[in-house]
C-alpha cells in the first residue's frame, strides 16, 4: 500500500501558517513513507472560491517546497458526488428533513430542558410521503442528513454505538454515534456540505491517511461510518493541536492572519515558517531545519501536544535569522543573482555580510555599499574626519586578505593613540556610512586599497 495524503483547503483566502502546520503534517508524513502528496482545493462553494485564491495556495506551497504529485478541484466532481447522493438514498441512508433552522433550535431546547443530550431526533423519518409533498407545497426544501448507524432496528431507539480508529497523532480514539445528530450532508439549497464530497475524493483518489486539526474529531466517527455505507474502508487518521496567536486567539483566511503571502513578501525564510509550523506545540525543540529532509527526520506527529499551540510571530524573524547566518554560498547564489549580486566577489561577500543579515534581500544594501558607496547613514565629528585622514595614510599595500584590517589597525593605533571604539568607529562610518554591520576584516579585501582611499573624508 502507498501512503496517499491529501491538503485541502478552500480557496476563499490566503493560507496562513495555521493552515501550513496541515499541508506540511501531510506532506512530511509523506516524505517519511514513500507515498504520495494531494493537493485538493475544496472549492464547492462556487461563489466565495476564486481562481486567484487557489493560485495563490499553490504558489505558497511551491514556496515552502511542497510539491503536489496530483492537484483535485471538487467543482470539477460534482458528478460523483450526486452518484454517492443517489446510492445512499436508495439505501435509506439519507433522508430529507424539512425543519427550520428556528424549529431545530426549539427542539434542541426542548430536549435540554428534559435533560436529554441535543441531538436530532429523527422526526422527519415519521413524515408520510403526503406530509413531505404539503411542506414542499408551502415552499420548503429539504435539507438531508446521513443516518447513522446507531440502531438495531428502530432508528428511534439509539443505543450505544462506538467507533474506534488509532489516530496517528493522538493514539487510541473512541466516539459514541449515539451521541450525536445525523449530519447534513445536502443544504436545503442542493449545495453540499464539506463531508460527504470529502468521503468520495478519499475514496476515489485512495487516500490512505487523513491528517487534519483536532477540531475534526468529533466529525470522525460520523465520517468512518459513511466511508462504510459506500462500501469502503475508512483511511486512518490523524488530528493535530491547533495554532493560535500568543493572545490565543484562532487564525482566519478570511482576515489574512499571518499569511504564507505576507510572511513570504516580507522576507522570512519558507525554511523558518516551515520549522515553525511543524515543531511548535511539539516536545522537539523549536529549532531551524535547513532542508525539508531535515525536518521530515525530526518530524515524529506522536510527539504532538493535546493543547493549541501558542506562538510569536517574532519567533519566525529569529529562526530566519538563524538560517540566512549559517546558509552556504551555494544555497543562495542563485537569489542573490537575482539581486544583482555575483561575479567573482559575490562568494566572499555572502560570507562577509550573511551574519549580519535580518532577510536575504538587506544583502543588496550592502553590496551597493561595498561596490558604489557609504551609505551616507552616519556622519564624522571634524576630529574624527582628521584622524581617519591620518589613518589613510597607513594602509598596507596590496594583496589584501582576512588579516588586512587588523594590520591596519594595529599601525593606526600605534601612529595615534587610539584604541577601541574611538578607533574602529571613525573607520568603519568612513568606509560604510553606517556605525554597524559586519565584519571590517571581511569588508575590507572587497573594497580594496584604492576604493578604500577613495573613501577618505
Known amino acids: 500500500m502507498t501512503v496517499t495524503v491529501r491538503f485541502a483547503p478552500s480557496p476563499t483566502g490566503r493560507i496562513h501558517i495555521g493552515n501550513t502546520r496541515t499541508a506540511l503534517f501531510n506532506w512530511l508524513y509523506a516524505r517519511k513513507h514513500g507515498g504520495r502528496f494531494i493537493l485538493r482545493f475544496d472549492d464547492t462553494d462556487l461563489e466565495r472560491s ?6 495563490g495556495i499553490a504558489r505558497d506551497l511551491d514556496w515552502l517546497g511542497i510539491l503536489p504529485d496530483q492537484t483535485v478541484a471538487q467543482s470539477e466532481r460534482f458528478g460523483s458526488y450526486d452518484a454517492a ?10 433522508y430529507p428533513c424539512y425543519e427550520t433552522p428556528e424549529e431545530l433550535e426549539r427542539r434542541r431546547k426542548i430536549r435540554l430542558s428534559r435533560r436529554l443530550p441535543p441531538v436530532y431526533g429523527r422526526e422527519a423519518l ?27 432496528d428502530d432508528p428511534f431507539a439509539t443505543r450505544r454505538t462506538e467507533v ?53 474529531v468529533t466529525n470522525t466517527g460520523a465520517q468512518i461510518a459513511l466511508f462504510r455505507a459506500l462500501g469502503a474502508e475508512p483511511p486512518a487518521f490523524g488530528h493535530h493541536n491547533l495554532l493560535t496567536t500568543v493572545s490565543g486567539e484562532g487564525l482566519s483566511k478570511r482576515t489574512g492572519a499571518l499569511s504564507i503571502a505576507s510572511l513570504r513578501e516580507s522576507g522570512i525564510e519558507p525554511m523558518a515558517v516551515a520549522s515553525l509550523a511543524v515543531l511548535i506545540g511539539t516536545s522537539e525543540n523549536v529549532v531551524a531545519a535547513a532542508t525539508m529532509e531535515e525536518l521530515a527526520d525530526r518530524f515524529e506527529p506522536t510527539a504532538t501536544s493535546r493543547s493549541a499551540a501558542k506562538f510569536d510571530p517574532a519567533e519566525l524573524s529569529g529562526l530566519s535569522r538563524q538560517l540566512i547566518q549559517h546558509m552556504p554560498y551555494d544555497e543562495a547564489a542563485r537569489r542573490l543573482a537575482a539581486l544583482g549580486i555575483d561575479g567573482a566577489k559575490a562568494e566572499a561577500f555572502w560570507n562577509a555580510v550573511r551574519g549580519n543579515l535580518e532577510r536575504l534581500d538587506d544583502a543588496s544594501i550592502w553590496w551597493r555599499i561595498v561596490n558604489d558607496k557609504p551609505d551616507g547613514e552616519a556622519g564624522l565629528s571634524d576630529e574624527d574626519r582628521v584622524f581617519v585622514r591620518e589613518a589613510m595614510q597607513h594602509l598596507p599595500q596590496e594583496p589584501w586578505d582576512g588579516g588586512t584590517w587588523r594590520a591596519w589597525t594595529d599601525a593606526v593605533k600605534a601612529a595615534t593613540g587610539r584604541k577601541g571604539r574611538a578607533l574602529f568607529m571613525p573607520l568603519r562610518v568612513a568606509l560604510t556610512g553606517r556605525e554597524a554591520g559586519p565584519e571590517l576584516a571581511g569588508l575590507l579585501p572587497l573594497l580594496g586599497r584604492e576604493e578604500t582611499l577613495a573613501r577618505r573624508p
Open 50 to 55: 476564486r481562481k486567484d485564491y487557489a493560485d
Open 85 to 94: 447522493a443517489a446510492r445512499l438514498k436508495a439505501a435509506g441512508l439519507l
Open 126 to 152: 415519521k413524515l408520510t410521503e403526503e406530509e413531505k409533498a404539503g411542506l414542499e407545497a408551502e415552499g420548503r426544501m429539504p435539507h438531508w442528513r446521513f443516518l447513522l448507524p446507531n440502531f438495531a
Open 164 to 216: 474506534h480508529w488509532d489516530d496517528v497523532v493522538r493514539g487510541p480514539q473512541t466516539v459514541d454515534l449515539a451521541s450525536m445528530s445525523d449530519p447534513v450532508l445536502i443544504r436545503a439549497d442542493g449545495t453540499y456540505l464539506y463531508t460527504l464530497p470529502s468521503v468520495v475524493d478519499d475514496i476515489d483518489l485512495g487516500i490512505t491517511h487523513v491528517i487534519r486539526g483536532d477540531d475534526h
